[in-house]
Each structure stands twice: as C-alpha cells, then as structure tokens.
C-alpha cells in the first residue's frame, strides 16, 4: 500500500469497479494502450487516508513488497517466489509490515 500523494502515473489509466472477497469491491486502474493492471484502490479503505495498492512489478523502479495477499486467488501462472510472506487471506499489518513501513504509516496518519 502506499499514499495516493506519494504515487503519479505518467500516462492515462482507465479503471473499472470489481468485487473483492469483503464485499465492498475495489477500483482498478489499467493502463489505456496495453491494458496492464498498474493499482487499484479498495473501497473498505476509501477515505482512511488515500492509500491504494500498487502492483509493483509495474514500477519504473520496482520493490520488494513485505506481503503478498489473496494468493488463494491468484492466477497459476503467477510465481512468487519468496512463499514466507505469502497469506491466502488479509495478514496483520503489526506483525508483517517492516518497523520502517509501520512508522511511515503512523507519520502519514498523524
């Protein structure tokens, strides 16, 4: 997850509502001319900030995320390497999330 203010796309995106496994669904957004999925935003989120989650292997400059969620779901091509930080469901932030992350988000909170 990172701040909408912390995150800009250079070129247009397109996006369309789709359902998540809480209910409330979720905005993705793609990229017009080929159609990668770059983010999307939760709507159980809408308003708690301004985060979205970036699918980051669509980053100009790429990192390494501390969790994968909903791998129950995921496309079986998909491989993820590092399995340790693999949850088929939404994980506890507190415990996953590095002290560095963790205090980043209590910064932008504030």
């Keep these: ?7 800009s796309v250079d070129g247009n995106v397109s996006s369309t509502e789709l359902p998540t496994g809480s209910g409330k669904g979720m ?3 793609f990229c017009v ?25 669509t980053l100009e400059n790429p990192v390494t995320p501390d969790a994968h969620i909903f791998v129950k779901d995921k ?7 590092n399995k340790n930080i693999c949850y088929d469901e939404m994980y506890d932030r507190d415990k996953t999330w590095s002290k560095e992350s963790l205090k980043r ?3 932008k909170m504030n």
Excluded: H
């Design 105 to 107: 988000l209590k910064e």
């Design 1 to 7: 997850m990172v701040f909408e203010d912390d995150f």
């Design 75 to 81: 496309d079986p091509w998909i491989d993820i390497v």
């Design 27 to 29: 905005r993705a957004y």
């Design 33 to 57: 001319i080929c159609g990668v999925y770059v983010y999307c935003q939760y709507n159980i989120s809408s308003g708690k900030g301004g985060r979205i989650a970036v699918r980051t292997a």
